[in-house]
């Protein structure tokens, strides 16, 4: 095990020289859960020749040194101590310490299964030609196989257009990179921290890596989904400065290489993002909807009558969200027949796409699940 405080990182080798592939995982005041996850690696089949990278993001002082008590030799602690507080800034610096020939992400409450590794380090090897591999993950709640819930539909061939529309087709879990490709892309934005997964995978479809989906195959990472409160799912000033931040470096990338569809979808999302403050930022969302509003004339000048049809719904949507709902509903529906209908995704399958139940029983199988459990039933998502 490794300890050392990061404050500048040289990128470079280092004598112990290079594994085949390095997981980074950026942490945060759960070392219990965070030991979970090393613990799901330590188990994989036929396959030893990994480094895990633990960057830690400031933890309390205890919790830190819990962390750091995990005891394997592959797993190496470090801890950011300069830049921009969150996990952008922690999988880059663990970037920067990765000696494998190929990385992949996890969060710290991600458990995996014990033939990820094998079967990913597989499928690189049999698709020498591409940058980047992609593998379907499933969500689950107190262990895996205990939901039929995969991230989203992995299957189509429009994925850039999907992750412009907030329908991300995989997790930053579900990908195999090869090292000087991601790190050609410069990594995660740190000034992201909400969507900085959707930011990194809209440049580098943007940039034409060359992405090979693995749809037919088992999910073998498994996504935490709890009761207990997420950063990204509490409004907050920050969580909104960052929405807005990845607003707009997301349309920096759009204008200078993506296509005329790619800029009419990103466009949209002002507007997407508008109505998430009119339905999530309570009743103190106005402040936040002009700077959305502001920001949209600012970095698209050319769509003024969108605009002013956008502010005028946003304006009675207000007065009637709190005293006169059916007043709002009529005029979402006015909207949607003048707005572009890249203003109004529906969301697609994140989070609602089950398996067949003859590929979750195998699954569950391969999980050592006691078959004679009755199989969870698919929850019931808002599409």
């Known amino acids: ?64 040194a819990r962390a750091q008590a995990f005891s394997d030799s592959r797993v190496k602690f470090y801890r950011r101590t300069d830049g921009i507080k969150g996990p952008s800034r922690c999988r880059n610096l663990g970037l920067e310490q990765a000696r494998g020939a190929y990385v992949m992400f996890l969060d710290s409450d991600d458990l995996v299964a014990s033939w990820c590794i094998e079967t990913r380090l597989q499928w690189v090897q049999q698709q020498r030609n591409a940058d980047a591999w992609v593998f379907p993950v499933m969500l689950f709640r107190n262990a895996p196989g205990d939901l039929n819930l995969l991230w989203n539909r992995l299957e189509g061939e429009e994925d850039l257009r999907r992750f412009l529309l907030s329908d991300p ?74 929405r807005l931040t990845r607003l707009r470096e997301g349309t920096r990338v759009v204008q200078q290489s993506g296509s005329a569809a790619d800029q009419r979808a990103w466009q949209g999302q002002y507007f997407v993002e508008c109505e998430y ?10 402040g936040w909807i002009s700077r959305v509003l502001a ?49 109004f995704p529906r969301g697609g399958r994140f989070e609602a796409e089950s398996l067949s139940p003859s590929l ?24």
């Open 1 to 64: 095990m490794q300890n050392r405080d990061v404050n500048r990182i040289e990128d470079s080798q280092d004598a112990a020289g290079v594994c085949r592939i390095s997981v980074i995982i950026p942490h945060f005041n759960r070392a219990d859960l965070l030991h979970q996850t090393l613990k799901s690696l330590q188990q994989q089949q036929q396959c030893s020749d990994w480094e895990a990278v633990v960057v830690d993001d400031g933890s309390e002082v205890a919790e830190w």
């Open 169 to 242: 087709p995989w997790h930053t879990s579900s990908t195999v990179w090869r090292s000087d490709v991601i790190r050609r892309l410069g990594g995660f934005n740190e000034r992201v921290m909400y969507g900085d997964d959707a930011d990194l995978h809209i440049r580098a479809l943007i940039q034409k890596v060359a992405f090979r989906k693995q749809c037919a195959v088992l999910p073998d990472i498994f996504i935490r989904r709890s009761e207990t409160g997420r950063i990204t799912n509490t409004v907050s000033d920050r969580l909104l400065e960052s």
């Open 277 to 286: 403050l009119l339905f999530r930022g309570g009743r103190d969302s106005g």
């Open 295 to 343: 920001a949209w004339r600012a970095d698209w000048p050319e769509s003024h009558q969108q605009r002013i049809v956008a502010a005028a719904y946003l304006r009675w949507a207000r007065l009637c969200r709190w005293r006169a709902y059916w007043g709002l509903r009529v005029a979402r529906r006015l909207a949607m027949l003048v707005l572009p209908v890249e203003f």
């Open 360 to 383: 979750f029983s195998e699954l569950r199988k391969r999980l050592g699940i006691d078959l004679k459990q009755a199989s969870p039933e698919p929850e019931k998502q808002d599409v």
